[in-house]
């Protein structure tokens, strides 16, 4: 028997493709028409154009096509309508394209995990391969877009619109992506949901300039690595960014604005990069108020190993709470502003934060720069021995201003050897550092202070 040469099996299978490309249809549908028979029977390769109008029904995708939308707003669009139960669509194949559709009214059972576009299925005991997900509008109660053991998966320019209606915990994620390899997920807008994005058992994944707002956790990460958060913004969140249980994580030049408990919460987070990220306003509402619940712009639990570098961190109650054996980490570069408590440090162990002579910004450093070389010239220690005795007995607060306060705090600046250990920054910086998020946040609010000025002109 003689061997297939190896170019001779080349255009073998590249004859075959083209074939396969050669007969694919094109088809177009309207609400008239049975979409999932339509479904059942095309081929690879086909792609399947919906006129505008309501498609009712729980459609299973089985072929690698196209399934595009008229998504031109209101009337005009192409809607998926699951009536209330299980799936908007079904996916159980590789390279399938769901495209400009609005996809509406899919079940709210989190335990089946009704989502509006939902592949978990393996394809041949493998991973899908190369879903596309693009310029999608969904909303529903339970979970938008859910993604489990696919790869090279693209998830982009979609909306999903959650029901605030629901407790937090009732309603699906907005994206989720679990056991999901080298794929990207970016210019998504979700809102409403219980987390925006939500990552689970995923590596080499790229998240980025996507937008959360008005819901628990902007994006949340679990038992993940090699994974790069970049360019995205949350807003109106419980946190803006849930990071737990993962390594080598690189997480670059994001935003939070507005959350109530953490900016960033960090949990059991080792060998990542936080690099010129921008914090502001992380501050518990007065009705949720209780003792120990209070806004923090950083909160490093239990992490070790990483570098946070660049960060701003402006106007939360605490800029910076390290805690529960958080050690070897890196922090150099920083600006802390307006934080009425800069660092919650609570350990035995002396931290330097600082690195080959630079260390980090703090608004309420009142050292001085005799050699204006821009570093301070007395070292900074946002905390002492009554800041730890207030964290062990908060009832202590009532008094921090008495004479016995202020005479012990004396003491211990005259009595270094009295200080218990803590943080110091030997090279504090004199002038902030603006990371890119700040400088563009800065020069809208000037576009706008413009054109409020120049609309008073025109009045007058």
């Known amino acids: 028997m003689k061997k297939i040469q190896p170019l001779c099996l080349f255009l073998f299978v590249f004859i075959v493709n083209c074939s396969q490309l050669a007969f694919a249809q094109e088809y177009q549908l309207t609400t008239a028409d049975n979409l999932q028979q339509i479904l059942d029977s095309s081929q690879d390769g086909d792609v399947i154009l919906l006129e505008p109008g309501r498609y009712a029904g729980n459609f299973v995708v089985n072929k690698q096509i196209t399934l595009r939308g008229s998504n031109e707003g209101g009337k005009q669009a192409s809607f998926i309508d699951s009536q209330g139960y299980g799936h908007g669509l079904t996916l159980k194949n590789s390279h399938i394209t769901i495209d400009n559709l609005v996809i509406v009214n899919w079940g709210k059972d989190l335990t089946?995990?009704?989502?509006?576009?939902?592949?978990?299925?393996?394809?041949?005991?493998?991973?899908?391969?190369?879903?596309?997900?693009?310029?999608?509008?969904?909303?529903?109660?339970?979970?938008?877009?859910?993604?489990?053991?696919?790869?090279?998966?693209?998830?982009?320019?979609?909306?999903?619109?959650?029901?605030?209606?629901?407790?937090?915990?009732?309603?699906?994620?907005?994206?989720?992506?679990?056991?999901?390899?080298?794929?990207?997920?970016?210019?998504?807008?979700?809102?409403?949901?219980?987390?925006?994005?939500?990552?689970?058992?995923?590596?080499?994944?790229?998240?980025?300039?996507?937008?959360?707002?008005?819901?628990?956790?902007?994006?949340?990460?679990?038992?993940?690595?090699?994974?790069?958060?970049?360019?995205?913004?949350?807003?109106?969140?419980?946190?803006?960014?849930?990071?737990?249980?993962?390594?080598?994580?690189?997480?670059?030049?994001?935003k939070t604005t507005d959350s109530e408990d953490y900016g960033f919460l960090m949990n059991f987070i080792t060998q990542s990069n936080f690099i010129n990220n921008h914090i502001k306003n992380v501050w518990t509402k007065p009705e949720n108020k209780v003792l120990g619940r209070d806004g923090k712009g950083l909160f490093v639990y239990n992490s070790g190993f990483n570098t946070l570098e660049g960060n701003v961190v402006d106007t939360a109650e605490i800029g910076i709470h390290l805690t529960a054996g958080s050690k070897n980490i890196k922090i150099y570069g920083n600006s802390f502003i307006n934080n009425p408590t800069q660092v919650k440090y609570v350990s035995n162990t002396k931290q330097e934060w600082s690195k080959d002579g630079r260390g980090n910004y703090w608004s309420n450093y009142l050292g001085w720069d005799m050699d204006n070389d821009g570093i301070g010239d007395a070292v900074f220690e946002p905390n002492d021995g009554i800041d730890k005795l207030v964290w062990q007995y908060p009832e202590m607060k009532m008094i921090m201003d008495s004479p016995a306060i202020l005479i012990l705090r004396w003491v211990q600046k005259q009595f270094p050897v009295l200080k218990p250990p803590g943080v110091k920054d030997s090279h504090p910086l004199m002038t902030p550092h603006l990371s890119q998020a700040y400088l563009q946040e800065k020069q809208q609010t000037n576009v706008k202070q413009v054109s409020l000025t120049r609309l008073q002109e025109e009045k007058l």
Do not use: C, P
């Not at 299925?121 to 969904?138: F, M």
């Not at 979609?158 to 915990?169: D, I, K, M, P, Q």
């Not at 989720?176 to 994944?205: L, M």
């Open 112 to 254: 089946d995990q009704n989502a509006g576009i939902y592949s978990n299925d393996k394809v041949k005991n493998e991973r899908a391969v190369g879903l596309v997900i693009k310029n999608n509008t969904l909303t529903g109660d339970g979970f938008g877009i859910w993604l489990n053991h696919v790869t090279e998966a693209k998830i982009f320019n979609n909306t999903v619109e959650g029901n605030l209606a629901l407790r937090s915990a009732d309603r699906g994620n907005g994206i989720q992506v679990a056991n999901v390899t080298h794929s990207h997920v970016y210019n998504n807008e979700t809102y409403k949901v219980r987390d925006g994005i939500y990552v689970i058992s995923s590596q080499n994944n790229l998240i980025e300039n996507n937008t959360m707002h008005d819901l628990r956790y902007g994006i949340h990460y679990m038992y993940s690595y090699d994974n790069t958060v970049k360019g995205n913004t949350a807003y109106s969140t419980r946190a803006g960014y849930a990071l737990m249980s993962s390594r080598r994580l690189n997480i670059i030049g994001n």
